[in-house]
T-cell receptor
Framework: DTAVSQTPKYLVTQMGNDKSIKCEQN?????MYWYKQDSKKFLKIMFS???????INETVPNRFSPKSPDKAHLNLHINSLELGDSAVYFC??????????????FGEGSRLTVL | AQSVTQLGSHVSVSEGALVLLRCNYS??????LFWYVQYPNQGLQLLLK??????LVKGINGFEAEFKKSETSFHLTKPSAHMSDAAEYFC???????????FGAGTRLFVKA
């Protein structure tokens, strides 16, 4: 049973298109995240949701819109894709402040290539 | 604001040799500190974590790290490298709220036969 699963694993698309990445966790965690890993492997937090509520938005362009329909799911929709959006996007979850210490559980990543 | 600095983007060791990956942190509050490992084309996986209990923390696969407040360091070590240890290693710091984890730039470990 995969703890944090993301789909799709690979996306290749043209500039200007819109794409979505889905994430689900079956760990019963309260908090979910999107991280972006660039070509130099640098990891940067984008968003964090706690019990479906947005708590971190790290100055990400508003072309990126996360949605959390319930606390087990966090999706990422990207409008008007640009070349610079090419990266690996990781979903992660953690138990939450009352039950955890910030330990993150990661999905396998979704590699987005914008041509 | 919190930050993490990993010294050395690449480290190369021989199989059986000591592994030492360096990490220094900056935090205005008592931090939670982590080491994660990333194998090619995979997500990150927790190796070990420091949460203000013992300063010497043991993790999976024979790795350990020591929290030194006076040096603001949290270096990762393993007495004897194995070929399977070749991967990218990330040091990370989280505030006591636990919502925001900041990662270092990563250190790529190469293990030579």
């Amino acid at each position: 049973d995969t703890a944090v699963s993301q789909t799709p694993k690979y996306l290749v698309t043209q500039m200007g298109n819109d794409k979505s990445i889905k994430c689900e966790q079956n760990l019963g965690h309260d908090t979910m995240y999107w991280y972006k890993q660039d070509s130099k492997k640098f990891l940067k937090i984008m968003f964090s949701y706690n019990n479906k509520e947005l708590i971190i938005n790290e100055t990400v362009p508003n072309r990126f819109s996360p949605k959390s329909p319930d606390k087990a799911h966090l999706n990422l929709h990207i409008n008007s894709l640009e070349l610079g959006d090419s990266a690996v996007y990781f979903c992660a979850s953690s138990p939450g402040t009352t039950r955890g210490t910030g330990e993150l559980f990661f999905g396998e990543g979704s590699r987005l290539t914008v041509l | 604001a919190q930050s993490v600095t990993q010294l050395g983007s690449h480290v190369s060791v021989s199989e059986g040799a000591l592994v030492l990956l360096r990490c220094n942190y900056s935090s205005s509050v008592p931090p939670y500190l982590f080491w994660y490992v990333q194998y090619p084309n995979q997500g990150l996986q927790l190796l070990l974590k420091y949460t203000s209990a013992a300063t010497l923390v043991k993790g999976i696969n024979g790795f350990e790290a020591e929290f030194k407040k006076s040096e603001t360091s949290f270096h990762l070590t393993k007495p004897s490298a194995h070929m399977s240890d070749a991967a990218e290693y990330f040091c990370a710091v989280s505030d006591t709220g636990g919502f925001k984890t900041i990662f270092g730039a990563g250190t790529r470990l190469f293990v030579k036969a």
